[in-house]
T-cell receptor
Framework: DAGVTQSPTHLIKTRGQQVTLRCSPK?????VSWYQQALGQGPQFIFQ???????QRGNFPDRFSGHQFPNYSSELNVNALLLGDSALYLC????????????FGQGTRLTVV | QKEVEQDPGPLSVPEGAIVSLNCTYS??????FMWYRQYSRKGPELLMY????GNKEDGRFTAQVDKSSKYISLFIRDSQPSDSATYLC???????????FGKGTRLSVIA
């Protein structure tokens, strides 16, 4: 079992650009959540997808959007990148209703210059 | 006041010491409490989760929850250099709600 896999591992983008991050959940999991972890901070919840729909959203602007595919994999899109978007973006997968047993991927480190 | 407070450390202890890591929280609706370990440049790894108040033990790790004080702890016995990592506490109201994390405490166990 490969666990939760994220791609790419690292990414450098310029202010104003757009970025897409990808996540494949752990085998058997149907729910994907995305978190942003700034340097020296704990992860902050962005949104959660289940059955291809956004079910919950944290306090993030509309520049952050996502998608879930029929195979449960997910994408996180960020438009009009700001320097403050530089962070580690974590994908977590779980069974529906089991956020307490979420598995995290290794993250994508995004640097905006 | 942040919902979850955690001393960021760093905390440095000698090998074999007992380590105590703590978090406080303000939201009395939290019912589930988790501890994650995060090695440098890696994603968080779930160590333990506890429902409501009480203790839970798993090998060298013991998690304690005191809901009356809104205080949770993780104890690591016989600490090893391989325990050197950042430890994140997280909590949530239910299995359907998102996790709320502390800042993490950076631990170094010195051989």
């Amino acid at each position: 079992d490969a666990g939760v896999t994220q791609s790419p591992t690292h990414l450098i983008k310029t202010r104003g650009q757009q970025v897409t991050l990808r996540c494949s959940p752990k085998s058997g999991h149907d729910t994907v959540s995305w978190y942003q972890q700034a340097l020296g901070q704990g992860p902050q919840f962005i949104f959660q997808y289940y059955e291809e729909e956004e079910r919950q959203r944290g306090n993030f602007p509309d520049r952050f959007s996502g998608h879930q595919f029929p195979n449960y994999s997910s994408e996180l899109n960020v438009n009009a990148l700001l320097l403050g978007d530089s962070a580690l973006y974590l994908c977590a997968s779980s069974l529906a209703g089991r956020n307490t047993e979420a598995f995290f991927g290794q993250g994508t480190r995004l640097t905006v210059v | 006041q942040k919902e979850v407070e955690q001393d960021p450390g760093p905390l440095s202890v000698p090998e074999g010491a007992i380590v105590s890591l703590n978090c406080t929280y303000s939201n009395s609706a939290f019912q589930y409490f988790m501890w994650y370990r995060q090695y440098s440049r890696k994603g968080p790894e779930l160590l333990m989760y506890t429902y409501s108040s009480g203790n839970k033990e798993d090998g060298r790790f013991t998690a304690q929850v005191d809901k009356s004080s809104k205080y949770i702890s993780l104890f690591i016995r016989d600490s090893q250099p391989s325990d050197s990592a950042t430890y994140l506490c997280a909590m949530t109201r239910s299995g359907n709600t998102p996790l709320v994390f502390g800042k993490g405490t950076r631990l170094s166990v010195i051989a």
